[in-house]
Every structure is written in structure tokens, then in C-alpha cells.
């Protein structure tokens, strides 16, 4: 009886304790729901002569991505986004693993390290690389200098650039995650294929890879989502023709005014996003549930 | 065999750290280089580093900056705070809903944060300015911090709050005297972290800043696109002390206060 009371002032309490969380959820109902809601609806909206929105139904904009010039650009941010992934796949693995064999306080050190130029500002990052490659740049400048070559070599705005500055923007995103399925692995299981005779590379493919595989995925994911998003790398690193989804969006609300297309462009943008968090979700309980059962 | 796998794999991992590091290194290095024209270096100067503290623009966008990142991250460690504290006393359903108003806006596409939010500033006619951008900071700012604090409050055991309700606390005394100064280090990072965000935005930035609220990131973008100068590289430099010197604190406070190894 007494307990039971006790319980009732302590839930009343909790209510009350409620409303704490009500300034930020209203906050983002307005200013993230809101704003999503409404570039949907206008991505079904038409555009006037002048660039201003007209109030009309349309699927004009949906139907216009047809244009093969749009096909070009889809295909060019998705093979940009699966070479990302692949390229950061490869260049973390590794690293990862060698970080997670290492004693705590190394460890820590080393995941700052990685951590730090993720937090440094991607603008920033981009303009480094433009330092490095461009014609009077280090690398041009050195090798005029050695004479190996006589004319600059053009190292910048071209897809080789943009690709070194998406692994370099976004190699964090796929170290972080592989480091974390790494760390709980058990080792038990790996003694034991070595026990069995396995050779290390045996270890790796058949035990080690598929028991981090929600890692893989979890960085997969992360790089391949903010590259299809991408602006500024392809904005700073890449010439005209290396603009990407990102950039056309950004074009169409800036220089072009038509909002109802970009609108259109960035919902499909997102809905491939979705997708992919989706089957990534899907993906990584299926890896859990067979974990399990092992 | 063994020791060898072990040392392809360092000099990999070392290989890939210099990768990570070499280009900001030629990039702060080359602020202090004396030569504007080229990438040959011809001596050691302050100079540039002198000219961005007599540039009126500079001077405005830093200050831009760290008023937009003072405020909307108090802001957004208040609310993100609240929130996560509330959570636990509302209802299953009502917790997923909240938790996807959490991570939908940290997984989409920064770009559209950034569009969406235009429209909703030009459709409510508000004029774009500081305090848009301050809207802006803490809507992505937000649920960072209110990730940060729920992971705070999932490490930690619920001894202390049961103990203090037994001793007939009310729900608001244990909040007040319990839990706040318990996690008052992760409240400190979420801050720094919010703060760092918010000092380095540059995308979401560019769509809902106005002509006269011009932050240092969306300046750097300006000369960057006009071409490589050793202001921008000086004033780069700034930006990636500020920022390496936040995050360090950030994590340090993070790590006073969990004893696990969770980002």
C-alpha cells in the first residue's frame, strides 16, 4: 500500500517532469519537420517566368529528371559514392584493426587522431588539397624544380582530385565504426579457427570479416550518404564538369531560382538516403540475429 | 610472420595517418611562409597573420562567428539537456518518436538542412541574418547534444536517483541535486561540441546567411574561390587551432565522465 503510494507521487512527479522536453521538440517540429514538409509540397509546385513559386500542381519536375543531362549527373554521384566507399573501405580496414590490437591508452590517442580532422571543417580540408595539387602548387613546384617535368602536371579539377577529397573528407566516418565492431569482437573465436588450423588470411575472411560486417556496413553507410550529399569537395576540387547531385541543388536555389526543381532533386536525394539507412537497418539485425545463433 | 604482418600493418596505419594530417600540416605551414606568389618558401613571416587582425571583414566574421556559436549553443545544451532528461518518463511509442526527431536530422544530407530551411525563412518572409543563422545552428546542433547526454544517462546506474527518492525526494529535488551534477561533465561537452559545430558550419551556413552576417567559414569560401592566398591559409590555420583546441576539451570532459570508449 505505502510502496504503491510512493509510486503514484513518483509518477506524478515524472509527469511534471515531462514538459522539460517539450522546447525541443517543438523546436524541431518547426524548424526540421516543417521546413522537410514544405520543400515536398513544393517539389510539386511550378515555377513562374521570373523564378518566383506558382501555387499549381505539377509532376513536371519529377518528369524532367529524365533528362539524360540528369542521368549523366545521377550516375556520376552514385559511382563517385560507391568508389568512395570502397577506396575509405580499404584504406580503414587496417588501420582500424591495428588500432584495436593496441593497449588502452594507445588506443585512445590514436582514436583522437582519427577523430580530429573529422571535426576540422570540410572547406578547410578541401583547400588544403588545392595548396598541394594545384599548377603552382607543392607537388608541381617540386617536381618543375627537380626537373623530372617541364610543364605542371594538372594534379587538380579533374575526378582523380575530387576522389582524393572525398576519402580524405570522409575516411573518419569508416574508421570510427570498423574500430567498434573490431573492439568487441571475440577473441576466443579467432584462437579457436587457429586452433583448427586456419591460416591468418583463412581467420580473417572467414571469421573476423563476417563478425565486424554491422562495422562495415554502419561506415559504409555513413560515407556513402554524406558523398551523395556532397557540395563542397566537388565545389572547390572539381572543375565545371565534375558537378555532382549536390552542387545542381545548390545551383537551383542559388543561381538558377528554380526552387520546385531543386526541391524535387534534393527529395530524391533523400528518399535514396532512406533507403539505403533502411536496408542498413535491415541489414545489420539480420548480422545480429545470425550472430546469435553462432 | 607474425611480427611482420604486424609491422606492414603500423607503417599502413601510420601511412594513412600522415594522409589524414600531411595536407593541414602544408597548409598551416605555408601561412607562415614569406612568398605570396608561389609554393616555393622564402622565410618565416607574421605578416599575414597581422593583416587579418587589421581587416575590418575578418575582424566582423570572427566576431559573427563566435556570437552565432555563443548563443546557439547555449541554446541548443539547454533544450538538448531538458530533453534528454524528460525522456525516460514518457511512453515507449512516444520515446521512438522522439528518438527519430533525433537522428533523422544528423543522418540527411547536411545541403538539405540547409534548402529546407530557406524556404521556411522565405516563406515566413523572415529576412536572413544572424538570427536565422542562430535558428539554424541549433536545429543541427541540437541533436547532438541530446545524444551525447541520453548516452551519459544510459551508462549510468540508477542507484544514486533511487537512493535519493527513497529518502523521499521529490522527482524535481533529485533532478536538481542528483542527476544535473552527475552529468554535468557531458553537459559541458555536449556544449563544446555544439560550439564547434556551430564555428566550423559552412553548408547550411551559406544557405541562410544574409549579406550582413557573414561567418568566418562562408568568408574563407568567398576567398577560396577567388584562389589560393596566404590570408586564406592563415585565417584557415585559426580555424583549425580553435577547432582542434574544442574538440580535445570536448573529449576530455567526455572521458571524466564515462568510463567506457563510446563517441
Same mark, same amino acid.
Given at each position: 500500500m505505502?510502496?504503491?503510494r510512493?509510486?503514484?507521487a513518483?509518477?506524478k512527479?515524472?509527469?511534471?517532469l ?11 517540429g518547426?524548424l526540421f519537420?516543417l ?12 515555377r513562374?517566368t521570373?523564378?518566383q513559386v506558382v501555387?499549381e500542381f505539377?509532376?513536371?519536375n519529377?518528369a524532367?529528371m ?14 563517385v ?16 584493426y591495428y ?6 591508452s594507445a ?7 582519427v577523430m ?5 571543417n ?16 607543392v ?7 627537380t626537373g623530372?617535368?617541364q610543364?605542371?602536371?594538372?594534379l ?8 582524393v577529397g572525398?576519402v580524405y573528407t570522409?575516411?573518419?566516418f569508416m ?7 573490431? #573492439?568487441?569482437?571475440d577473441?576466443r573465436?579467432l584462437e579457436?579457427a587457429?586452433?583448427l ?5 583463412k581467420?580473417?575472411w572467414h571469421?573476423?570479416l ?6 562495415v556496413?554502419t ?13 563542397v ?7 565545371a564538369?565534375?558537378?555532382?547531385m ?6 537551383q536555389?542559388?543561381s ?5 526543381f ?6 530524391v536525394?533523400m528518399?535514396l538516403?532512406?533507403v539505403?539507412i533502411?536496408l542498413?537497418?535491415?541489414a545489420v539485425?539480420?548480422? #545480429?540475429?545470425?550472430e546469435?545463433?553462432? | 610472420?607474425k611480427?611482420?604482418?604486424h609491422?606492414?600493418m ?14 593541414i600540416a602544408?597548409l598551416?605551414l605555408?601561412s607562415f =611562409?614569406d612568398?605570396?606568389i608561389?609554393?616555393v618558401w622564402s ?10 587582425f ?9 566576431? =559573427?562567428s563566435?556570437?552565432i556559436?555563443?548563443?546557439?549553443s547555449v541554446?541548443?545544451t539547454v533544450?538538448g539537456t ?5 525522456m525516460?518518463h514518457?511512453?515507449l ?5 522522439f ?10 544530407p #547536411?545541403?538539405?538542412?540547409?534548402l529546407?530551411l ?11 541574418g544572424?538570427l536565422t543563422l ?5 536545429t ?7 545524444v551525447i547526454? =541520453?548516452?551519459?544517462?544510459?551508462d549510468?546506474?540508477?542507484e544514486l536517483e533511487e537512493?535519493?527518492?527513497d529518502l523521499g525526494?521529490t522527482?524535481? #529535488?533529485?533532478?536538481r541535486?542528483?542527476?544535473l ?9 555536449g556544449?563544446l561540441?555544439?560550439f564547434?559545430?556551430s564555428?566550423?558550419d559552412?553548408v ?6 544574409g549579406p550582413?552576417?557573414?561567418?568566418l567559414p562562408l568568408?574563407?569560401y568567398?576567398?577560396?574561390?577567388r584562389?589560393?592566398s ?12 580553435f577547432?582542434?583546441?574544442l ?10 565522465d ?6
Amino acid at each position: 500500500m505505502v510502496a504503491g503510494r510512493r509510486g503514484d507521487a513518483h509518477l506524478k512527479n515524472g509527469k511534471q517532469l515531462k514538459i522539460l522536453a517539450l522546447p525541443a521538440f517543438v523546436w524541431l517540429g518547426a524548424l526540421f519537420v516543417l521546413p522537410m514538409l514544405m520543400i515536398t509540397a513544393l517539389s510539386f509546385m511550378k515555377r513562374g517566368t521570373y523564378g518566383q513559386v506558382v501555387y499549381e500542381f505539377t509532376l513536371n519536375n519529377y518528369a524532367r529528371m529524365i533528362d539524360p543531362l540528369y542521368i549523366q549527373i545521377f550516375f556520376d554521384t552514385f559511382l563517385v559514392a560507391v568508389l568512395t566507399t570502397a577506396i575509405s573501405l580499404v584504406c580503414a580496414y587496417p588501420m582500424a584493426y591495428y588500432i584495436s590490437r593496441m593497449d588502452r591508452s594507445a588506443q585512445k590517442i590514436w582514436l583522437l587522431l582519427v577523430m580530429i580532422p573529422f571535426w576540422i571543417n570540410f572547406l578547410v580540408r578541401s583547400y588544403a588539397w588545392v595548396i598541394i595539387l594545384r599548377s603552382q602548387g607543392v607537388i608541381n613546384t617540386f617536381l618543375l624544380s627537380t626537373g623530372l617535368i617541364q610543364e605542371p602536371l594538372p594534379l587538380l579539377y579533374n575526378f582523380g582530385s575530387v576522389m582524393v577529397g572525398m576519402v580524405y573528407t570522409l575516411l573518419p566516418f569508416m574508421v570510427l565504426p570498423i574500430y567498434v565492431s573490431l #573492439e568487441q569482437l571475440d577473441r576466443r573465436k579467432l584462437e579457436a579457427a587457429y586452433d583448427l588450423g586456419a591460416t591468418p588470411w583463412k581467420t580473417f575472411w572467414h571469421v573476423t570479416l563476417p563478425l565486424t560486417k554491422s562495422g562495415v556496413i554502419t561506415g559504409s553507410i555513413l560515407v556513402f550518404v554524406s558523398s551523395i550529399g556532397m557540395f563542397v569537395v566537388p565545389d572547390v576540387m572539381g572543375g565545371a564538369k565534375s558537378a555532382l547531385m549536390g552542387n545542381v541543388i545548390q545551383n537551383q536555389f542559388l543561381s538558377a531560382r528554380d526552387w520546385p526543381f531543386g526541391s524535387a532533386l534534393s527529395i530524391v536525394l533523400m528518399l535514396l538516403s532512406m533507403v539505403l539507412i533502411y536496408l542498413y537497418y535491415r541489414a545489420v539485425n539480420a548480422a #545480429e540475429a545470425k550472430e546469435g545463433t553462432a | 610472420m607474425k611480427a611482420l604482418r604486424h609491422r606492414t600493418m603500423a607503417g599502413y596505419s601510420w601511412a594513412m595517418l600522415v594522409f589524414l594530417y600531411l595536407p593541414i600540416a602544408v597548409l598551416m605551414l605555408y601561412s607562415f =611562409n614569406d612568398s605570396r606568389i608561389n609554393a616555393v618558401w622564402s622565410g618565416f613571416t607574421w605578416k599575414w597573420y597581422v593583416s587579418l587582425f587589421d581587416n575590418r571583414q575578418v575582424m566582423e566574421a570572427l566576431w =559573427n562567428s563566435l556570437s552565432i556559436a555563443l548563443i546557439s549553443s547555449v541554446l541548443a545544451t539547454v533544450f538538448g539537456t531538458a530533453a534528454a532528461l524528460a525522456m525516460k518518463h514518457y511512453s515507449l511509442r512516444w520515446r521512438s518518436v522522439f528518438n527519430g526527431l533525433t537522428y533523422l536530422p544528423i543522418v540527411i544530407p #547536411e545541403i538539405m538542412m540547409g534548402l529546407s530551411l530557406l524556404v521556411l525563412f522565405s516563406q515566413i518572409h523572415l529576412e536572413l541574418g544572424k538570427l536565422t543563422l542562430i535558428m539554424a545552428h541549433v536545429t543541427f546542433s541540437l541533436p547532438y547534444v541530446i545524444v551525447i547526454i =541520453n548516452t551519459r544517462l544510459a551508462d549510468m546506474g540508477k542507484e544514486l536517483e533511487e537512493a535519493a527518492q527513497d529518502l523521499g525526494a521529490t522527482a524535481w #529535488e533529485t533532478l536538481r541535486h542528483i542527476t544535473l551534477p552527475l552529468i554535468s561533465p557531458s553537459i559541458i561537452a555536449g556544449f563544446l561540441m555544439s560550439f564547434t559545430l556551430s564555428l566550423d558550419d559552412f553548408v547550411i551556413s551559406f544557405f541562410v546567411a544574409g549579406p550582413n552576417s557573414t561567418t568566418l567559414p562562408l568568408y574563407i569560401y568567398g576567398l577560396v574561390k577567388r584562389g589560393v592566398s596566404p590570408e586564406v591559409n592563415a585565417l584557415s590555420t585559426l580555424l583549425i587551432v580553435f577547432t582542434v583546441l574544442l574538440v580535445v576539451a570536448a573529449e576530455l570532459f567526455r572521458r571524466k565522465d564515462s568510463k567506457s570508449l563510446t563517441f
